[in-house]
């Protein structure tokens, strides 16, 4: 079955193109839970494969269609302010917390917060959040999340031509898929304890949130 959904997803990759990878990633980093590590990696595969696509240009795909779906973020916050994402954003599964999160993160590494956080699991579709409450600079905004999202988009195409060069994965092999799939998700779970979770909680004791 899994090998099944591996192959029309390949065939929706070779007949969508470029443009689906981006609309993919897009809808990734919005409030989509859409994981770019399930995009990417077999849309690589197949540019590796077959000579269908460029790995440069995956990666560019990847990268653009990211940053128009942070955009779309930032510019949701930026025009709807604080309170009303902290109403409403629940509807969009952002919840108050996950916005506080958000915000400890943006303010204990500023501009650079959205660099890092393009390459960092959950932080990466909320840090478009506070950027546009507290109105950042969109052109430094846009700068930092186009160069960690093509940082990312390459690490996860390498990702992909490495598991595409394990016959036995691509046979579906079912002992094999669940070692990558384990790995893959053991990694993405310390990223996440050791470079997000703890500084998202910081301060999460306290009952006042950052001002509106």
């Known amino acids: 079955m899994l090998k099944d959904l591996i192959q029309w997803y390949l065939a929706s990759l070779d007949a969508g193109g470029y443009p689906l990878i981006a609309l993919l990633m897009a ?21 590796h494969a077959t000579g269908r696509f460029s790995l440069v240009g995956v990666g560019l795909a990847g990268a653009i269609g990211s940053w128009v779906g942070a955009s779309v973020m930032y510019w949701v916050s930026r025009l709807a302010g604080r309170p009303f994402v902290m109403r409403f954003g629940k509807y969009a599964f952002i919840t108050p917390e996950k916005v506080v999160g958000a915000e400890r993160w943006a303010a204990q590494f500023g501009a650079w917060g959205v ?34 999202s093509a940082l990312w988009c390459g690490v996860l195409c390498w990702l992909g031509v490495t598991m595409g060069q394990d ?24 990223i996440y304890y050791f470079f997000v979770h703890r500084y998202m909680k910081a301060g999460a004791t306290k009952t006042e949130a950052p001002p509106a």
């Open 27 to 47: 809808i990734e980093s919005s409030v989509v839970p859409l994981p770019s590590e399930l995009v990417i990696p077999p849309a690589a595969h197949l540019a």
């Open 115 to 148: 660099f890092v956080a393009r390459m960092l699991p959950v932080v990466r579709h909320l840090i478009g959040i506070p950027a546009g409450i507290v109105r950042m600079n969109f052109k430094i905004y846009s700068l930092y999340t186009l160069i960690g």
């Open 167 to 190: 016959e036995q994965l691509l046979e579906g092999n079912a002992k094999r898929i669940g070692v990558w799939l384990g790995g893959i998700v053991v990694a993405l779970f310390l």
